[in-house]
């Protein structure tokens, strides 16, 4: 069986699975990191929204084969570590702002959220109703008003 | 609406708890056998009231949970932290939050430091372990905290033990009971000592509300963290030893059913796979990952059998209703009536929660374990356990955290698959359906009509007849037996359970004259369920519609004219507060308007006003894959239920309802075309996205009215539908009447095939990072 390294949350590891299994499952069913959710397994929903070297993206849409040994996947789980915190910025404004309810979209959504702050900067401008009329992420429990407040709150603080 | 003077008197009586025998403090309550009285309800409304004014669907709930709900028991651990096992599903609903701030307001502990678990299937306890209706809170509001006073009673005793001193000396405070000579002793020191080796009955007061410090103060989540961090784990995340991943092979028209298929073997051979079995639903394959699965399930080469709504589409549905509408009752008409006639299409609605429909099971020959969110856990053990051929003993049913229900939850339909799954290939499962499964064989909120007549002259409104007809909803999880077992004591008797149902949870909040509003059903063959406040949105949608319309008929602004007709001032209440905080009537320009409605249900009531845009720019818009559409850019609701327990998850429930009213109004819906629904993803089924969401949004809880908490967790989803569809129609100057407004245009998706079942992985993820 084909083998795979690429870097997990600041470790490497070495996976021996299909080549076109798709990143997600791999998190998931083979290495037991479960903060990344499925909701739709194609590319829309967002749940499962991760980072790849610092981007956000679909875990349920890349195959394991397409990564390299050099590529940083940072998860939910590995989101606080990059600031060198025990909470991100942007968790610590999703608990001010108590966004949360069933919970599911959350680990997702927050990942977006980083990457849409960084991607507004790198812009030149600071996140606006424009950007946030962008992200896709589902939230089935309608918590997007109380995301919108939480973004704008943690956009200086990182 | 809930009678005040009985409120005030709760304060002082007297309950009684239980200390059970047990190594550590063990507390546990029931309930005041006169504790929900309804006929004292009814006292509180002048006149004529209507069956759901007098008794509503959250009385009888209450009611059904009477006889057993003293089993509820908190416990005090020797590390100083409670915990109590909720009999109830969370699905996002924020009642662990809730029960623990009542625990922490008796008992005089942090919230911090108490566990709120959820309990396994109880099937001693009966009807009291359903969540649905709301209800949670208010039929568990006394017992949790009797319960919790009763261990505070009983760290008293202890202490005064302790201290040689009288318990009338003692205080309590953030977990420690201090005399007045100031001695102190933690609960941690006093949970052994506390404990008692027999089971006790003791009296106990509660705090009064005058006192109350935890509950009504705006708290977060006890979850947040566990959620914000990923660590909060839903059935999908537990291991369980070798639970591999499952997925089902489903049919491609609703419920269809498998003929042959041509290559078990070839698929049992793919990478990955382990099982692969036909079951009642389909074709059930296992493996190593749910990306294998998928490969599998999109590799079976099926016969299929028909299914049960073979060459059923939307117009002929609507055609079946249609007939089988009751017929109005014109009463005798003065010169210069009015007359509004009007008929409502509501299509089929997704109440998917964004987890889909997934349970683990382990059933081996004599036994059986199943983990998944449950809101009826009980009739899922004793469905598990028929299907089974198991005594209902040897099923354990856990449930589990769940990722939204909306109404799906109060069925089993995945625990029962997992079961049946697991059983047939002698091995666990971890079961998961796929989205497109989720969307096109789940349960839908069913598609319903509402015919409205109603008469008017000279500013009386003389008549509101409403025939709301609707395809089957199915109560078949538990609901169906609370109402079974309480129909005696029912001022509706004679009624199947729907009807019942409607009959308990529409209330007509207007003077209106002569009103009759009732329910008929057709057609058995679809997968249907409640959906977030059941009947209300449509009905009352319809209703506030009508509202406007004779209200312009009459010449009266819509806001006054609801005023002047509204029977009850709670409703008044919340009406002026989002008329005040919304500046009704505000100057704006044209193509853009104001819309207002409320809705009165379970005990509480709730007003929404929103302003819609429906310029051009706005409906213009356009994002790849989505509708845009009029986009609603403010919304104010005030609410009031009595008593809110946490105000800020009662916000929080308030702004999902927002939501939810939105997309039922301008986006969201199912199309059904021969036997199969066409959406199959959520860039197909428009729920509200944050290009639909309002900038501003504002949500103002009232202060406590009856003192007795109501349902909150459906309550603005009728309120805010109706408001956008009333603003709507003023914005546009034309009446909706098939809702989502935008059924009927041409689809703004390619559907995806129905075979293979579900579509296949992209690989373009890194393609799309941002
Ligand atoms: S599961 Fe990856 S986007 Fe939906
Ligand atoms: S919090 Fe439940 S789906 Fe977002």
């Keep these: ?158 | 609406m809930g009678a005040q003077g009985h409120a005030h008197d709760m304060d002082r009586r007297r309950f009684l708890g239980y200390v059970l025998a047990a190594p550590v403090l063990t507390a546990a309550a029931r309930l005041g056998a006169d504790l929900a009285a309804p006929e004292q309800a009814a006292a509180a409304v002048p006149s004529l009231p209507g069956p759901a004014e007098i008794l509503n669907l959250n009385d009888m709930l209450t009611v059904a949970a009477l006889p057993t709900a003293g089993l509820i028991g908190v416990q005090l651990h020797p590390d100083g932290t409670a915990s109590f096992a909720l009999p109830r599903a969370e699905v996002g609903q924020g009642i662990t939050t809730s029960s623990a701030m009542l625990i922490a307001e008796e008992l005089d502990l942090p919230l911090d430091r108490i566990r709120v678990t959820l309990a396994d299937a109880r099937p001693e306890l009966l009807f009291n372990q359903l969540t649905g209706g709301s209800n949670t809170t208010i039929s568990t509001y006394l017992p949790i905290r009797v319960a919790a006073a009763t261990a505070r009673g009983r760290l008293l005793a202890a202490a005064a033990a302790a201290f040689g001193e009288p318990v009338t000396a003692l205080t309590t405070r953030l977990g420690v009971v201090t005399s007045a000579a100031g001695r102190t002793a933690t609960y941690a020191e006093l949970a052994v000592a506390a404990a008692s080796r027999t089971t006790l009955q003791v009296a106990v007061e509660l705090k009064p509300a005058r006192d109350f410090a935890v509950i009504g103060t705006p708290r977060n989540r006890i979850d947040a963290r566990a959620a914000v961090t990923g660590r909060k784990q839903y059935a999908m995340d537990l291991q369980v030893p070798g639970a591999l991943p499952a997925m089902i092979c489903r049919p491609p028209t609703i419920n269809g059913t498998v003929r042959s298929v041509a290559n078990l073997a070839a698929v049992r051979a793919m990478p990955g796979i382990t099982d692969v079995a036909v079951v009642s639903t389909g074709v059930a394959v296992r493996g190593r990952t749910f990306g294998q699965c998928i490969d599998a399930v999109r590799a079976l080469q099926v016969a299929w059998g028909p299914g049960t709504a073979e060459g059923a589409s939307d117009a002929t549905v609507r055609e079946e209703l249609r007939r089988a509408e009751l017929p109005l009752v014109v009463p005798p008409l003065p010169i210069l009536t009015k007359a509004v006639d009007v008929r409502f299409t509501f299509p089929f609605a997704g109440n998917s929660a964004l987890e889909t429909n997934c349970a683990i099971a382990d059933v081996r020959a004599d036994r059986a374990e199943v983990w998944g969110s449950l809101k009826s856990p009980i009739v899922a053990q004793e469905q598990i356990a028929l299907r089974l051929g198991l005594p209902v003993s040897a099923v354990q049913v856990h449930v589990v955290d769940g990722g939204g229900s909306f109404g799906r939850k109060l069925f089993s339909d995945a625990a029962l698959e997992a079961a049946e799954v697991s059983k047939a290939m002698g091995k666990p499962v971890k079961l998961m359906w796929h989205r497109a499964d989720d969307v096109r064989q789940g349960r839908t909120h069913p598609m319903s009509t509402s015919r409205v007549r109603a008469t008017h002259s000279l500013g009386q409104v003389l008549s509101y007849e409403q025939r709301h007809t609707s395809v089957a909803t199915d109560f078949g999880h538990g609901l169906g037996e609370v109402i079974t077992a309480t129909a005696a004591q029912l001022p509706v008797g004679g009624l199947a359970f729907s009807e019942t149902i409607f009959v308990l949870t529409q209330e007509t909040p207007y003077n209106f004259g002569v009103v009759t509003q009732l329910l008929s059903e057709v057609d058995k063959g679809f997968n249907t369920g409640s959906m977030r406040n059941i009947y209300s949105p449509n009905v009352r949608c319809a209703q506030e519609l009508v509202v406007d319309r004779i209200a312009a008929d009459m010449g009266k602004d819509p806001y006054r004219f609801r005023r002047d007709f509204l029977k009850d001032a709670r409703a008044r209440a919340v009406l002026d507060k989002a008329a005040e905080l919304g500046q009704w009537g505000r100057a704006m320009p044209a193509g853009t308007a104001q819309g207002i409605a409320l809705h009165p249900e379970y005990h509480s009531v709730a007003a929404v006003l929103v302003e819609i845009d429906c310029r051009p720019q706005t409906t213009g818009r356009t994002i790849p894959n989505a509708v845009t559409g009029p986009r609603v850019t403010k919304a104010v609701c005030a609410v009031d239920v009595g008593l809110a327990v946490n105000p800020r998850g009662l916000e929080a429930q308030m702004m999902g309802g927002i939501m939810d009213g939105i997309a039922l109004a301008l986006t969201s819906s199912l199309h059904l075309k021969d036997g199969a629904f066409l959406e199959a993803s959520w860039d197909n089924y428009f729920y509200t996205r944050q290009w639909n969401t309002p900038a501003e949004l504002e949500v103002f809880v009232m202060p406590p009215t009856t003192g007795e908490p109501g349902g909150a967790g459906e309550l603005a989803v009728a309120s805010a539908m109706a408001a956008v569809a009333c603003a709507y129609r003023r914005a546009t100057g034309t009446m909706p009447t098939t809702f989502p407004i935008n059924h009927d245009a041409p689809l703004a998706f390619e559907p995806k095939p129905t075979v293979p079942p579900v579509p296949a992985s992209p690989t373009d993820g890194l393609d799309r990072a941002y």
């Excluded at chain 1, 996976?15 to 479960?34: C, K, P, S």
């Excluded at chain 1, 679909?58 to 939910?76: K, M, Q």
């Excluded at chain 1, 570590?81 to 997702?108: F, I, K, S």
């Design chain 1, 1 to 158: 069986m084909p083998q795979h390294t690429f870097r997990l949350n600041g470790e490497e590891v070495t996976v021996d699975i299909e080549d076109d299994v798709r990143l997600l499952w791999v998190l998931r069913d083979v290495l037991g990191v479960t903060g990344p959710k499925y909701g739709c397994g194609i590319g829309v929903c967002q749940a499962c929204t991760s980072h790849i070297n610092g981007k956000a993206f679909n875990p349920c849409s890349v195959r394991v084969a397409d990564l390299g040994p050099d590529d940083e996947v940072t998860t939910i789980e590995g989101l606080p570590a990059t600031v060198g915190r025990e909470l991100h910025p942007m968790q610590e404004a999703w608990l001010e702002h108590d966004v949360a309810q069933c919970g599911y979209c959350q680990p997702g959504q927050i990942m977006a959220a980083v990457a849409k702050v960084r991607q507004a900067r790198a812009a030149g401008h600071e996140i606006g109703d424009a950007d946030l009329d962008e992200i896709r992420n589902i939230c089935r429990c309608g918590t997007y008003f109380r995301i919108r407040e939480a973004i704008r709150a943690a956009a200086t603080r990182f």
